[in-house]
Protein backbone atom coordinates (compact mmCIF):
# COMPACT_ATOMS: atom_id res chain seq x y z
CA UNK A 1 0.00 0.00 0.00
CA UNK A 2 1.23 3.62 -0.57
CA UNK A 3 0.68 6.87 1.70
CA UNK A 4 0.22 10.47 0.55
CA UNK A 5 0.02 13.22 2.73
CA UNK A 6 0.29 16.39 1.30
CA UNK A 7 1.31 19.82 3.14
CA UNK A 8 1.68 23.37 1.90
CA UNK A 9 -2.30 24.69 1.39
CA UNK A 10 -3.39 28.09 2.60
CA UNK A 11 -4.79 30.98 1.92
CA UNK A 12 -3.22 33.56 -0.14
CA UNK A 13 -4.23 37.00 -1.68
CA UNK A 14 -4.49 37.07 -5.50
CA UNK A 15 -1.07 37.23 -7.23
CA UNK A 16 0.83 35.48 -4.40
CA UNK A 17 2.63 32.32 -4.45
CA UNK A 18 2.19 28.78 -2.44
CA UNK A 19 4.31 25.55 -2.88
CA UNK A 20 2.47 22.55 -2.21
CA UNK A 21 4.34 19.15 -1.69
CA UNK A 22 3.30 15.45 -0.89
CA UNK A 23 5.37 12.41 0.56
CA UNK A 24 4.65 8.62 -0.88
CA UNK A 25 5.89 6.50 1.35
CA UNK A 26 4.96 2.44 1.51
CA UNK A 27 5.19 0.49 -1.37
CA UNK A 28 7.11 2.87 -3.46
CA UNK A 29 8.91 0.88 -5.53
CA UNK A 30 6.40 0.87 -8.83
CA UNK A 31 5.81 4.34 -8.87
CA UNK A 32 6.40 6.12 -12.47
CA UNK A 33 3.33 9.04 -12.06
CA UNK A 34 3.02 11.60 -9.49
CA UNK A 35 0.58 14.46 -9.84
CA UNK A 36 -2.01 16.80 -8.27
CA UNK A 37 -5.73 17.25 -9.29
CA UNK A 38 -7.74 19.92 -7.88
CA UNK A 39 -11.92 19.90 -6.93
CA UNK A 40 -13.61 23.08 -6.60
CA UNK A 41 -17.04 23.63 -5.11
CA UNK A 42 -19.44 21.96 -6.80
CA UNK A 43 -17.29 21.45 -9.58
CA UNK A 44 -15.44 17.86 -11.00
CA UNK A 45 -12.25 16.86 -10.20
CA UNK A 46 -9.67 18.66 -12.80
CA UNK A 47 -5.99 17.95 -13.77
CA UNK A 48 -3.56 20.37 -12.07
CA UNK A 49 -0.37 19.09 -13.44
CA UNK A 50 1.53 15.39 -13.60
CA UNK A 51 4.46 14.21 -14.11
CA UNK A 52 5.49 10.62 -15.45
CA UNK A 53 8.97 9.14 -15.78
CA UNK A 54 10.58 13.37 -15.83
CA UNK A 55 7.81 14.60 -18.12
CA UNK A 56 5.38 16.84 -16.88
CA UNK A 57 1.61 17.92 -18.29
CA UNK A 58 -0.43 20.62 -17.19
CA UNK A 59 -4.02 21.73 -17.45
CA UNK A 60 -4.64 24.11 -19.82
CA UNK A 61 -5.74 26.69 -16.68
CA UNK A 62 -2.68 26.73 -15.06
CA UNK A 63 0.16 26.40 -18.04
CA UNK A 64 2.75 29.09 -17.35
CA UNK A 65 1.66 29.40 -13.80
CA UNK A 66 2.46 26.44 -11.73
CA UNK A 67 5.26 24.05 -11.78
CA UNK A 68 5.22 20.41 -10.79
CA UNK A 69 8.93 18.48 -9.94
CA UNK A 70 9.59 15.51 -8.23
CA UNK A 71 12.53 14.19 -5.90
CA UNK A 72 12.67 10.15 -5.94
CA UNK A 73 16.15 10.17 -4.64
CA UNK A 74 14.98 8.75 -1.43
CA UNK A 75 14.53 4.92 -0.98
CA UNK A 76 11.79 5.28 1.21
CA UNK A 77 9.91 7.90 -0.12
CA UNK A 78 8.70 9.89 -3.32
CA UNK A 79 8.27 13.50 -3.35
CA UNK A 80 6.35 15.48 -5.60
CA UNK A 81 6.43 19.32 -5.63
CA UNK A 82 3.80 21.96 -7.00
CA UNK A 83 4.62 25.49 -7.52
CA UNK A 84 1.67 28.14 -8.02
CA UNK A 85 2.88 31.52 -8.83
CA UNK A 86 0.09 34.14 -10.01
CA UNK A 87 -2.64 32.74 -7.86
CA UNK A 88 -6.13 33.93 -8.70
CA UNK A 89 -9.24 33.42 -7.01
CA UNK A 90 -10.25 30.60 -9.49
CA UNK A 91 -7.48 28.34 -8.39
CA UNK A 92 -9.57 28.50 -5.13
CA UNK A 93 -9.82 24.58 -4.22
CA UNK A 94 -8.68 21.59 -2.62
CA UNK A 95 -5.67 19.84 -4.12
CA UNK A 96 -5.24 15.98 -4.19
CA UNK A 97 -1.98 14.50 -4.92
CA UNK A 98 -2.36 10.98 -6.57
CA UNK A 99 0.29 8.28 -7.74
CA UNK A 100 0.57 5.38 -9.31
CA UNK A 101 2.69 3.05 -11.84
CA UNK A 102 1.77 4.98 -14.94
CA UNK A 103 -1.52 6.82 -13.72
CA UNK A 104 -3.68 7.72 -10.81
CA UNK A 105 -4.37 4.95 -8.33
CA UNK A 106 -3.60 6.21 -5.00
CA UNK A 107 -4.78 9.57 -3.77
CA UNK A 108 -4.28 11.81 -1.00
CA UNK A 109 -6.60 13.41 1.83
CA UNK A 110 -5.97 16.87 0.19
CA UNK A 111 -5.13 20.20 1.31
CA UNK A 112 -6.93 23.06 0.83
CA UNK A 113 -6.00 26.49 -1.42
CA UNK A 114 -7.95 29.57 -1.13
CA UNK A 115 -7.10 32.52 -2.97
CA UNK A 116 -8.69 35.59 -1.84
CA UNK A 117 -9.50 38.74 -4.52
Known amino acids: QVQLVESGGGLVQTGESLRLSCVASGTIYSINFMGWYRQASGKQRELVAEITNGRPNYGDSVKGRFTISRDFRDDLKKTVYLEMNSLEPEDTAVYYC?????????WGQGTQVTVSS
Open 98 to 106: TAGPVRPLY
